[in-house]
């Protein structure tokens, strides 16, 4: 799993074009749906803090998990110029350890995908089911195969801002169903110059079996499964999935 080194400095430079607000209110929505009123939530993988910041400053009690403690690093400083107090825990989330428990668990923006191991997928499931508490949601979205194999596939993408850019080969390996980005990032320093530094990006597929598997075998299920940020239903091109998980019993109580 790749702990973003250079990409930490630019990656909401970069990340401009991602609508964190859209899909705020659609989590706000879900909640809502839902019959969620959470009071604490913990991001996985929650990078620079760009959806764990603004559920912050809405009153709840957030708690940010990340591999990478130069994303944290970012993150507390976003935090400290709002006047925020995060908490902020650098783990593995198929190791997650934390004293406490949540009325939410969310992983957003491809985090899971960044799981390319075996059994690595049920090890996280695993993780949140030790934190999720009884009537809690957990709410994580997937890149799907359709956008690693149709979309990103054998390409090379190009981006330009004033004091950085990158380059992204991209290329997609159908039989082991691993996608590797492979980066190379052109950072302005103080003197001028740009220092390039490269790094590799792996993400991996996973199938509806897959997942549907994983979280029985942790005793959650699916409550409902939508193509990306809307309400709805995956098709065959969906590029991005969103799943809401509950525990078993919830199914049960309320027939």
């Known amino acids: 799993?790749?702990?973003?080194?250079?990409?930490?400095?630019?990656?909401?430079?970069?990340?401009g074009?991602?609508?964190?607000?859209?899909?705020?209110?659609?989590?706000?929505?879900?909640?809502?749906?839902?019959?969620?009123?959470?009071?604490?939530?913990?991001?996985?993988?929650?990078?620079?803090?760009?959806?764990?910041?603004?559920?912050?400053?809405?009153?709840?009690?957030?708690t940010g998990v990340d591999l990478s403690a130069e994303m944290l690093a970012e993150a507390e400083h976003k935090a400290r110029a709002?006047?925020?107090?995060l908490r902020w825990v650098c783990q593995d989330m198929t190791e997650l350890d934390l004293s406490e428990k949540a009325d939410c668990i969310l992983s957003l923006c491809d985090s899971m995908n960044y799981l390319t191991e075996e059994g690595q997928l049920q090890q996280a499931f695993q993780s949140v089911a030790r934190h999720l508490r009884p009537k809690g949601l957990f709410i994580f979205d997937l890149n799907t195969e359709y956008q690693f194999r149709e979309v990103l596939g054998q390409n090379i993408f190009a981006s330009a801002e004033e004091d950085a850019a990158y380059i992204w080969e991209n290329t997609y390996d159908e039989s082991e169903k691993i996608n590797e980005y492979?980066?190379?990032?052109?950072?302005?320093?103080?003197?001028?110059?740009?220092?390039?530094?490269?790094?590799?990006?792996?993400?991996?597929?996973?199938?509806?079996?897959?997942?549907?598997?994983?979280?029985?075998?942790?005793?959650?299920?699916?409550?409902?499964?939508?193509?990306?940020?809307?309400?709805?239903?995956?098709?065959?091109?969906?590029?991005?999935?969103?799943?809401?998980?509950?525990?078993?019993?919830?199914?049960?109580?309320?027939?």
């Open 182 to 255: 492979y980066v190379s990032f052109f950072i302005e320093q103080e003197n001028g110059l740009y220092q390039r530094i490269e790094e590799c990006h792996y993400e991996r597929a996973y199938s509806m079996e897959e997942i549907e598997e994983g979280l029985r075998v942790c005793g959650l299920e699916l409550a409902a499964v939508y193509d990306g940020y809307t309400f709805a239903q995956p098709g065959e091109e969906s590029q991005r999935l969103l799943f809401v998980v509950r525990w078993k019993t919830e199914r049960e109580e309320h027939q």
């Open 17 to 62: 074009e991602v609508d964190y607000e859209g899909w705020l209110r659609h989590i706000f929505a879900l909640w809502e749906k839902f019959g969620l009123q959470p009071k604490t939530v913990i991001d996985l993988g929650c990078g620079t803090g760009s959806i764990a910041l603004p559920l912050a400053k809405a009153g709840l009690d957030m």
């Open 1 to 15: 799993m790749s702990t973003y080194h250079a990409f930490a400095a630019v990656y909401d430079l970069f990340m």
């Open 82 to 85: 709002e006047g925020l107090s």
